[in-house]
């Protein structure tokens, strides 16, 4: 009975080293191995054998990309100005041995060295720089928290001010600003708009009138025009039937018949009428004697 029992205990002990020498190490996570309280060797992610009682796991170390979102800091600016200003780091672990032996506590590590590093860069800025220059104090504190940690294997990606918080009074005083920079800015435009829509009204008004001209400028030697091509029209016709007479070569009674009808006409007309004698039988000086006549009843008109 005492054999068996002490053949249980053996295989028990078996059992629990062999259990002890199993580590499983999950992806993305290095397990810190050490022997006789010495480092070891770093184990990657899988199945691994370990020496029982001499060699053992101290620390599990993830690799994956963390976050930390440290409260607001108080800050002073250059001109005196009291700010709050929280920061969010985004970092990963690069080496698990240094990260396990480098630093003591590497979080509160991170933290502190944060905090330091964001006062000293907002100390050399005055309130206006702070607020406009939030990429460029992001760079520096990224290289320089980049730079401390590599030591604690540690690779710091990324750096973020979260929030700045200037005092109240501050506040109050930037808003009034702002609200009388955008009611100048509205003024600006607004002016600006009348102006412009002055300077197209007048432009519309000159080139209007300008238009106007033209085509009255265009109506009238386009009437002149047609005037003078109606008068060359009928001096034409008039020379074309004084030279069909001419080439006709009239006679005499033809003549005597034309100055009758010109008399026809002297006389149906409301002007004075004048008693010609049938005798006379030179139609030539007839008709120079009727245009004597009408060229002085003319005249006295006019008088």
Do not use: C
């Not at 091509?229 to 020379?239: G, H, N, S, T």
């Amino acid at each position: 009975m005492g054999v068996i029992i002490v053949l249980a205990v053996v295989i028990l002990i078996v059992i629990i080293v062999i259990v002890k020498s199993i580590v499983v190490v999950a992806q993305a996570s290095t397990v810190i191995v050490q022997r006789l309280g010495k480092y070891s060797k770093t184990l990657g992610a899988g199945i691994h054998f370990i020496t029982p009682i001499i060699e053992k796991k101290v620390a599990t170390v993830s690799l994956k990309e963390k976050v930390a979102d440290f409260p607001p800091q108080p800050v002073i600016t250059k001109d005196n100005v009291t700010m709050h200003i929280d920061t969010v780091v985004y970092f990963a672990i690069t080496d698990p041995k240094l990260y396990t032996y480098g630093v003591e506590h590497p979080m509160q590590a991170i933290e502190n060295l944060t905090a330091t590093t964001l006062r000293n860069l907002i100390g050399d800025l005055e309130l206006d720089q702070t607020l406009t220059s939030r990429d460029t104090i992001n760079q520096q504190m990224r290289l320089i928290l980049d730079e401390a940690t590599d030591p604690w294997g540690i690779k710091i990606n990324r750096v973020e001010l979260k929030n700045i918080l200037p005092p109240k009074d501050i506040q109050e005083a930037m808003e009034k600003q702002m609200r009388a920079e955008r009611q100048k800015r509205e003024a600006i435009l607004t002016a600006e708009g009348k102006k412009e829509a002055a300077i197209l009204t007048a432009q519309g008004e000159k080139e209007s009138a300008i238009l106007r001209a033209e085509a009255k400028k265009i109506s009238t030697i386009t009437e002149a025009e047609g005037q003078a091509q109606a008068l060359l029209r009928v001096y034409e016709a008039q020379a074309e039937g004084i030279k069909a007479i001419n080439d006709a070569n009239p006679n005499a009674a033809y003549l005597t018949l034309k100055g009758y009808e010109a008399l026809e006409k002297i006389a149906n007309s409301g002007s004075t009428k004048l008693v010609i004698p049938t005798e006379i039988s030179n139609v030539t000086g007839l008709i120079a004697a009727m245009k004597e006549v009408v060229t002085n009843k003319e005249t006295d008109e006019k008088k």
